[in-house]
Structures are given as C-alpha cells and as structure tokens.
C-alpha cells in the first residue's frame, strides 16, 4: 500500500477494475508508491504473528467508553521529524500478539520530501478500558495480510462500495446520496419511486411569511439547469466573471460525486451540491461524506451544511432521509420499541430529551432502528445532546436524522440582530438604516462602513452519524453499546508528548517536560498553571454555563472582569462575549492534548475546531454588496475565508479582516483526524488571505495562513505554488526597511509605531508596559507565523526575524548606541504584571531554541524566558505581586474537571472538598484581574514552550 498524499481517485468503470486487478495482496509493510483497492477474501483477517523491524515509535490506542470494541477503526494522524521517515520506507504496526492491517495516507512532507504528518488507519481488539500497546516499525519487506477489502467499482450512472457485508450504489446521475443498499446480500434500500423519500433536505421560510419552502438533494441532476435568477449560481457566475474563482475546493450548485479518499480499509465517497426545488432554484450547499470500513456492515456520515440565505429567512428543518416502509417493520427509539412503527427522540435542550414526546433527564445516546424482514437500518447521531436541537425520526417512508428537527418550539433564526428599546451605540439620524444593521456589543464602534456588518450568510455547520445495517433480530444491546462508543469520538493512536515535541511540526518549538514535583517544584507549578487553564475552559463550556447548543457548543466564555460574585461582569455577547477563534484556543488545547493526551481534551479540542470550521469562518457569499455602497450586512467576495463573529450572535459580526483567519487549530485538528471538511475550510482561508493587497497582512496572520495552507496541499503542484509565492512576499515584507529609517517591519511594529524613525520609547511616547501591549498584535498574529515557517523550512530570514523581536526584548533598539546589559530591556522579568501577559515568551523561548542555529549565542534569551516563566510559577496581580499559590493548593487539584465549583474563594487555605476555579484561574491568567479569552488561552501554548527550554531543577522559586 502506498503512502500517498491527497488520494485524488476519479476512476471511470474500466480505468478501475484495471487498477483492482493489479493488487492482489493486502500487506502488513507499505511503500510509497503502491496503491490497491482489492478485498483478498469475504473471511475476516487472519491472526498474523508481528514481524521483525527496526522500531520508529510506540503508540497507544485507549478504550474510554467501558464497553469491549473487537475490530475498533483507528484513524490517527502521526508526525515524524524531517528525515526519519521517507516515502519509498516500508513500514508496519504490531502489538505483541499480531501485525495488524494498515492504510496510511500522507498529509504533509517536509521540505526533503521525507514524511511529516502520516494518516495512519488500522483495526484492533480492545477489551473495556483497555490500553493496546503498539509499535509502528521499518520493515524490509512486505508481508502479505488476507483479510476483506473494500471494492469500489464506477460506472456511468453509479460508484459502487462494497465493503463484504454492505454493499451501496451511490448515484452519480442525481443527489439522492443512496440509490440501493445490500446486507449479506439482503436488499435494505432499494431505488426509489419518489426521489423525494431520501437524500439531504432543507427548508426555510421568510420572516413573516408562513410559506415554507423545500429543497432537496435528490432534486439535483447531473443535467441540472438553475433557472435564471438562482441565486447561488449568480453568485459563481460573478466570482467567475470577476477572475475570483478560487474560494472553495467543490462547485457549490453543479451535482459531485467523487472517490474522495480510496483504500482497502477506509474508503470515502463525497457527495455535494446545492439543494434543489421543484422550480430548479438552489438553496444552501450540501457536502455529505460516506465513509466504508472494509468487513464493516456501517456507514459513518460527515454532513454539512453551507447556509446560503439571506437575512430574512429562517431554517424551518433540514438534515437526511433514509427509505425503509413503516408496515410489518419494528421501531426502537432510544431503547423503546414504538406500537406504532414510528416515533422520535429529540433534544430541545441539553438538560432533557424525549421519546414520544415523553420528557426524560439527562443526555440521549442518540439512536433509532428500524427492522423488517430480519434485515435492519440504524442510526446513531453522535453529540446530539451537546449540539441540540436534533431528533432522530421514524415515519412511515423511513428514518430521518433530523439536524434541525421540524419539531423544535421555533425555527433556526438567521435574521440579523436589531437594536431594542434602550440600545443607543449609534444614532438614528446618522445611520438612517440602523435597525436593519446588528451593531449591538458587536466590535463595530471603530467602523463607519457597516458593509463590515454581517449576516449568517456563509455560516455552515457539520455533523456526524452513523448508518448500521444488519441481518437477523435487532439487537438493542449492542445498538446502545455501539452508541456509547460512538459518543467517546474517535480511538486515536497516541504517541509519547517527547515524541510530539521533537517532531516539531507545531510551529512553537518544543513544549514537553517533566513535571515531577521532587525533582523540579517550578516546573510542577507550570504543569498545573496548564492544567487549571484546561480545566477552567472545560468547567465553563461544560457545567457552569452548559454551553451548548447548534451555535455555542465549541465556544469558550470571553472576558471576566474583576471581583467577587457567582456571575460578575462577565461579557456574555459580542466581541468578548464570544471567545470564537480568537488566540486560537483550539490549537492551545491541541497542545495540551499533545503533551497531556486525554480522550476528554481530544473532544474539548475537536469541538473547538469545529466551531471555528462552522461559524468562524465564512464559506459563502453573494455580489449583491460587491459595490461596497449597500447596507444589506450580506458578506462581500472578499469575506470568504474570513471572520464570521463579533455580534451579537454568535456567527455575526464583521468580515473582511485577516487577524482572525487563524487555521492552527484546523490544521492540526486535519493532521490528527484527517478531516476533509478541514482540509476545504484551510483552503478558504488561505485563499481569503491571498486576496489581502497589504503586505502589512504578515504584521497580522498572513504568513501563517499561507504557509499552513502550503504544507497541507504540498500535493497539489498550481495551489502549493500559489500559497508559497504569496509566503514568500510576506517575508519579503517582514525583512524589508519599509519606511527607509534601517529598522525592518518586525522592528517597526514593537519600537516605531508612529514610523518616524525614532523610538517609542525615546520619544516618551510609550512606557515598558505600553510598548508591550502595543507589540500585541506582532507576538500574537505576526510570529506564530514566522515561528511556524522557521521550524517548516530552517530560513535562516525567518530565524533573524525572530530573533531581531527577541532582541528587542532584552536588548532594546538596535540603533542605539549600546544595547541593554540587563538583558531585560521590556522589565518583562521583574514585572510580574507584565510577564504574565504570556503572548511574547513564544517568541522569547523560541528564539532560544533555534539561536545556536543560527550562529548565535541564546544566553540572553534564555535568561529572560527564565525569569518569566519563574514568575509565572506563583500567582500575580496589577500590583505586582507574586505571591505563591500553596504547594498544597497544586497537589489537591482534582484530577476530573467536573470536581471543580464555580465560586470565589480567596481564603489562602485551598478546600480540596469544594475547589474553587474562578478565582483560581483568574489568580494564575493574563492581568490577573482579567479572565480574557485569547490572552489566558494562549497560555497553553507559551508557558508550556518556555518551560520546556528551561533545565529540569534549574527554576527557582521566587
């Protein structure tokens, strides 16, 4: 089996069984360049003893769910150091017992084409609770491995998945996702009569109009014509005429229907498009993925949904419909056989569910079958409680999995907000048009163009379900063993947190140490600051604020302001109200689970992600503002890829600025899961920034868009050099004198605000603190990007860079006549106030690495990076002080998040009975009078970088 990169398989029906008949073995040891799609046999895989190599690295796969899993799917993303792995290496995965089955598939090279990120897919046993040890090794030769396969074959109307048990034809010819299914054989879905009766749906009313609309998938033909005044093909055809055509990675009106990723294992067939009417008009773009497992009798179901209406419209219902009649056929619904055939289960909140509309406490595990004729259809919809409202339906023409059930108390509201009595942030008289816009405790004070002001267009959001077919008596047992399996998410093959850190594929240097409190208290002390940090996020989406919900699950609370009391001065709406994407808390959590791996910072990351996938990023737009005259609050071309937040609403808010079109967290999120929604989402945004003329876009995210972008489509020849001319500019930039005073554009942005030449500082403009504070937005957006290139490509442009913001720290401004023999030029170490700022000892630590890199001597800093993280140790606050947090306090830290109690206690005595967080977090975070969003979260990743370039024992406790 090869290790390819992107899997771009469009065979025709003879192309295919060509290719299928090449590859007649299945092998434990993989090469670069081999590729089959065969099953060998329809047995199951045989026990193959583990054969000799030398070992890369240990992995773990951990049962979580307490239930015995035999042929648990694992699908993990492994990194590798440049040069430890390369593509032409065989490589295999045993456990002491076996050689297990193995499909990999390239995510990321390095820059000598050896392997950087590797999607691995395997099969195991794991008993309840299990921990399997396993090791991935070099292999001399391949192996060969009986076992099934999956079968893909493609004609002109159908691809055709056969995994062994389930066999699927997907039409190729209209949107119906599933035209016949088999199980051992037996037909379980069979061509329709009525399209109508499965595929994805939408529909969605006016706003005081009671007239609702329905759209359908398998409304749309592959000789599909949108009538003349559809609106989403207005909107290619503008994108095209105007020579933008470049914002997504499918057509969203044209019928697609396309092998996405091909292998023996794990197979994946995409189908996308717009959802049709019986007039030919377009509404909202469907993206449904089907994932097959070879010898596996269900289908994982990716689906999304791109929201392409305006802002009078509102989402009656929409999700997926699966044909099975309702007579002779026997329903369970959440463990409950329905008299009736037919039933539901829904979530309205996330407190409670209901069967039959019989109200129940507690979480549903989200499941509905149908039998008949001992053949059966499931579904088991994961996160339905945490991303309510949903309900999973039985009719009488089949199941639905409903995403937005028709039955909710009202409909999805998309309109934008309008002020209420009271509100008065702008004037009527001005703003003439002021009830049309959403300006409330938005960020949009600052703008006086509210085209910057926006609707929910281009919102998307994305689920995942899971259709089991079977044979014979329903087993509701297993169906609800299954669904607490499947509500755990993904078993991941872990690697060691060292294994992660040296790799250096983060784009943050190292981040793993050891954190024994006998051998280095300091470092004990920044483990547990991360661990509160953790947790406090966790505690606050999760229990305080039970944060979830279609908009809000994956989002993180804001700002915190001051004192004592259960809900002060929180922000709860608007620009602080909403932690979005902002400082990218889902790739700090990222690194946390790196260097802490846990199944619960896995989910906590992943669903930060995701939400930035779906409503911090805009995925569509129309022309209809493109003059950038109207106040309609719809999104410019512009705004693809962009920001979608701000207001009031959690998907609102301004568009068009590249500060928030942050990836990492997407990024890393593909490279552990291989996501392709991700992958589509990171194209966006890298496309976004591409059409950004300012170079001063580097100053902000640019450069680390561009260059992620890069890296993940290395395989892509036209796009990879797209991103990397476009990289290359910002550099250009950065290392530029653009004001012609010797002081290049990193210079200017932390000593020369005002570019004239002469330090802030000097000037008697800027104090210490100040100067730091206006450095925010180069240590926050600029260097992560040139951090990131560094460790990508060793530019030794990039490293100087780097360091020049460095030496600006320590030594100050490198005009002066003599430089600052403290080393300590900001007082960053001897102001516990400034210090715990977090945003700059990324760059300060970083350069302390990579300095002997460069010829240069790292002494000054990392002298500083030390005195920073040791004032880091204790607890600050705006006077300075750094006052220790009891060592006890630390080591009676509950190990579950949940244990923790949202209350304010500042008696110095810790209760490890009732542990408060918020005073807690708030002692260790930011200004210490501040919870706020990006400055604490990126905590994650600063002081875990610091502290790993610090000795062990070598901190001191001040």
């Known amino acids: 089996m090869k290790l390819t990169g992107e899997l771009k398989v469009l065979f025709n029906g003879l192309a295919l069984l060509v290719l299928l008949m090449l ?16 099953r060998v046999n329809n047995g ?35 990194p590798f150091p440049k040069g430890v792995l390369t593509q032409s290496e065989s490589i295999a995965l045993v456990t002491s017992e076996s050689t297990l089955p193995l499909q990999t598939k390239i995510l990321s090279l390095w820059g000598d084409n050896s392997i950087r990120w590797l999607l691995v897919d395997s099969t195991v046993d794991l008993a309840a609770n299990e921990v399997k040890k396993m090791d991935l090794i070099k292999v001399a030769e391949k192996t060969p491995l009986s076992l099934d396969s999956i079968n893909i074959q493609d004609s002109s109307a159908y691809l055709t998945v056969d995994t062994g048990p389930l066999k699927v034809e997907i039409p190729k010819f209209y949107g119906g996702v599933i035209h016949r299914a088999w199980i051992n054989d037996q037909v379980v879905i069979n061509a329709p009569t009525d399209v109508l009766d499965r595929g994805a749906y939408i529909s969605v009313f006016n706003s005081g109009d009671s007239n609702t609309q329905h759209f359908y998938s398998s409304l749309l033909e592959s000789t599909s014509v949108p009538s003349s005044d559809d609106p989403i093909q207005k909107y290619k055809d503008h994108v095209s005429e105007s020579g933008r055509s470049n914002y997504n990675l499918y057509d969203p009106w044209n019928l697609e229907v396309k092998v996405e990723e091909l292998g023996p294992l794990h197979s994946v067939i995409k189908i996308s498009g717009a ?50 009649a309702a007579n002779g056929a026997t329903t369970l619904v959440e463990g409950q056989i329905s008299p ?39 579904i088991i919809l994961r996160d339905m409680a945490e991303h309510f409202p949903k309900a999973l339906v039985a009719n009488a023409s089949g199941l639905e999995v409903q995403l937005y059930p028709d039955s909710a108390q009202a409909a999805w509201d998309l309109t934008r907000y309008t002020l209420e009595a009271g509100d008065s942030e702008f004037s009527t008289e001005t703003y003439p048009y002021l009830s049309q816009i959403a300006t409330n405790q938005g960020e949009t004070t600052g703008f006086t163009n509210h085209l910057f002001l926006r609707g929910a267009q281009g919102l998307s959001t994305t689920n995942e379900y899971s259709i089991l077919f079977s044979t014979g008596t329903l087993d509701k047992a297993d169906l609800e063993n299954q669904a607490k399996f499947i509500d755990q998410g993904p078993v991941m093959l ?11 594929v983060m784009g943050v240097g190292s981040f793993a140490f050891e954190s024994d409190v006998s051998t280095s208290e300091g470092h004990f002390r920044i483990d547990k600051i991360l661990q509160i940090a953790r947790d406090f996020m966790r505690y606050s989406q999760r229990i305080k604020d039970s944060w979830f919900g279609l908009e809000n699950y994956g989002d993180v609370r804001g700002r915190f302001f001051g004192g004592q009391g259960d809900d002060h001065n929180w922000h709860k709406k608007g620009r602080y109200g909403w932690s979005g994407n902002s400082g990218e808390p889902s790739n700090q959590l990222w690194v946390q689970f790196l260097r802490s791996p846990s199944q619960q910072t896995f989910r906590d990351a992943e669903a930060l992600a995701r939400h930035t996938l779906d409503q911090q990023t805009v995925h569509f737009a ?57 992958r589509e989402v990171i194209y966006e945004q890298g496309q976004f920034i591409n059409r950004q003329n300012s170079d001063r876009t580097a100053i902000k995210n640019g450069l680390d868009v561009v260059d992620r972008a890069a890296a993940v489509f290395f395989d892509h020849p036209e796009i990879k050099t797209e991103f990397d001319n476009r990289t290359q500019d910002f550099l250009a930039y950065l290392d530029s004198d653009p004001d012609g005073f010797g002081y290049n554009a990193v210079e200017i942005r932390l000593i020369d605000s005002n570019h004239n030449g002469v330090h802030d500082r000097t000037e008697g403009r800027r104090t210490s603190r100040e100067l730091l504070q206006g450095g925010f937005e180069y240590f926050m957006r600029g260097a992560p990007g040139l951090l990131y290139y560094y460790e990508r490509h060793t530019d030794p442009v990039a490293g100087n860079l780097i360091l020049d913001a460095a030496n600006i720290l320590t030594l100050g401004d ?54 920073c993280i040791e004032n880091n140790t204790h607890a600050g606050s705006d006077n300075n002080d750094t006052s220790p947090i009891l060592l006890s306090t630390l080591l009676n830290l509950p190990d579950d998040y949940s244990n923790w109690v949202w209350e304010w206690q500042e008696d110095i005595e810790f209760n490890s009975a009732s542990p408060g967080i ?41």
């Not at 590859?23 to 065969?38: I, L």
């Not at 199951?44 to 899993?69: D, F, Q, Y």
């Open 814 to 867: 490198p005009k002066a006549d003599s430089p600052n023999i403290n080393g300590d030029d900001w007082g960053l170490g001897v102001d516990g106030h400034a210090g715990s700022y977090f945003y700059h000892l990324n760059s300060l630590s970083f350069a302390a690495e990579i300095a002997p890199q460069l010829g240069q001597d790292n002494s000054q800093y990392l002298a500083l990076t030390k005195l």
């Open 23 to 38: 590859y007649q073995n299945c092998d434990t040891g993989f090469k670069v360049n081999d590729t089959f799609s065969q």
């Open 622 to 678: 129309t022309s209809n503002a493109e003059g950038g005259t109207e106040l309609d609050g719809r999104n410019l071309f512009n705004s693809v890829g962009s920001l979608h937040r701000h207001g009031v609403q959690a998907w609102s808010g301004y568009a068009g600025s590249p500060d928030y079109s942050h990836m990492g967290g997407v990024e890393t999120y593909y490279y552990l899961s291989g996501d392709q929604r991700a």
């Open 275 to 324: 959802h049709l009417n019986s007039l030919g008009e377009g509404f909202s773009t469907f993206i449904v993925r089907l994932h097959f497992y070879a010898g596996e009798e269900q289908i994982k179901v990716d689906h999304t949904m791109v929201y392409t209406g305006n802002e009078t419209q509102q989402v009656k219902s929409y999700g997926l419909k699966l044909p099975m």
């Open 494 to 504: 872990l690697a060691s947190p060292q294994w992660y850190s040296d790799a250096k």
């Open 340 to 378: 009736q055939a037919d039933g539901e289960v829904r979530h309205l909140e996330y407190a409670n569910y209901e069967i039959n509309q019989n109200l129940i406490s507690g979480q549903a595990l989200g499941y509905i079958g149908r039998s008949k004729n001992n053949v059966n259809m499931n």
């Open 44 to 78: 199951t895989s045989r026990n193959i003893p583990p054969v000799s190599g030398h070992r890369i690295l240990k992995l773990t796969a951990s049962e979580t769910s307490g239930i015995n899993n035999p042929n648990t799917k694992l699908r993990s993303g492994v």
């Open 918 to 958: 918020l005073w807690l977090d708030r002692m260790i975070m930011y200004q210490n009078n501040t919870i706020q969003d990006y400055h604490s979260y990126r905590a994650f990743i600063h002081l875990a970088t610091a502290a790993a370039n610090v000795k062990q024992g070598e901190m001191i406790l001040r």
